[in-house]
């Protein structure tokens, strides 16, 4: 519905359906939307809530309880973000999925990282960059705690 670059794609849980995630519009406008897709009718559903923080970069992870982690990016202004967004797609995602700020952060701000949920529920992020051509050679170990 909205036309978008340098957004995430997550498939949501068990449904079959993804969720997409932020990025930037034709104009370079930082979003915060997201909308969920249906692959087996090609139909995207722009999602109710939206989130905290306009992002663009961000890496997105789901775990097995079916949250996703929308972590790090890139904000307003090409600020770099440490923070972490959840989103937790209740009974009917278009209408009751919801994004809170997660309690804590990343230790260091980050875009177009990776990220690789672990056997033990942590997230192992890696890399990415916090300036123009300032690649990090960092990674750290993130818990959700849900």
Sequence with gaps: ???????????????????????????????????????????????????????????????????????????????????????QPGQNPAITGTFTMASTGLASARVSAAAELQADGKILITGGATGIAAAIPLSEVYSPGI
Excluded: M
Aim: hydrophobic share 45%; charged share 10%; with cysteine.
């Design 1 to 87: 519905n909205t036309p978008r670059a340098l957004h995430s794609a997550t498939k949501l849980g068990g449904s079959g359906l993804i969720l997409i995630v932020g990025g930037v519009d034709q104009n370079g406008n930082v979003l915060a939307s997201a909308e969920l897709c249906d692959p087996a009718t090609g139909v995207f559903t722009t999602i109710a809530g939206a989130l905290n923080t306009p992002r663009f970069g961000h890496v997105a992870v789901a775990t097995p309880g079916g949250a996703i982690f929308i972590i790090g990016g890139s904000g307003a202004a090409d600020a770099f973000l440490a923070s972490v967004e959840i989103f």
